[in-house]
C-alpha cells in the first residue's frame, strides 16, 4: 500500500478532499520526524510508539572483503506496535482479501 492509497481511503472515509487529506497526512508524519529528531516519542494508543533508539558503534566484516569495518553509532527511527495492533495482524489470516479498513 502506497502513500496515495492511504490519501485514497481517508478521504473517502472522511469526505475530504484528497488534497486535504494529503496535507493532513504529510503533516503527521512531519511532526513525527520532527519528534524522532527531537529526542521525543510519539505514542498512538491501540497503534503503537514511534521512538529513535540509540545504536551503538561496533565493528563489522565486510562479507565481499572479509575486511573488518567500523560502523559508528548513531540514532535510528523504530516502531513498538501495540498490543491490539499485533493481535489485529496474528488474527488475519487471509492477507489476500482487499477489503477496505473502514
Not at 70 to 75: K, M, N, S, Y
Amino acid at each position: 500500500m502506497t502513500k496515495q492509497d492511504i490519501v485514497d481511503i481517508v478521504a473517502e472515509g472522511t469526505g475530504l478532499t484528497k488534497v486535504d487529506t494529503l496535507a493532513v497526512i504529510d503533516g503527521f508524519l512531519a511532526t513525527v520526524a520532527w519528534a524522532l529528531e527531537n529526542g521525543k516519542s510519539v505514542t498512538l494508543r491501540g497503534f503503537g510508539t514511534f521512538v529513535a533508539v540509540e545504536r551503538k558503534a561496533r565493528k563489522a566484516r565486510n562479507p565481499v572483503t572479509k575486511q573488518l569495518v567500523h560502523i559508528p553509532a548513531r540514532r535510528s527511527p523504530y516502531f513498538r506496535p501495540a498490543e491490539e495492533l499485533r493481535e489485529r495482524v496474528a488474527e488475519r489470516k487471509d492477507s489476500s482479501r482487499g477489503d477496505n479498513p473502514r
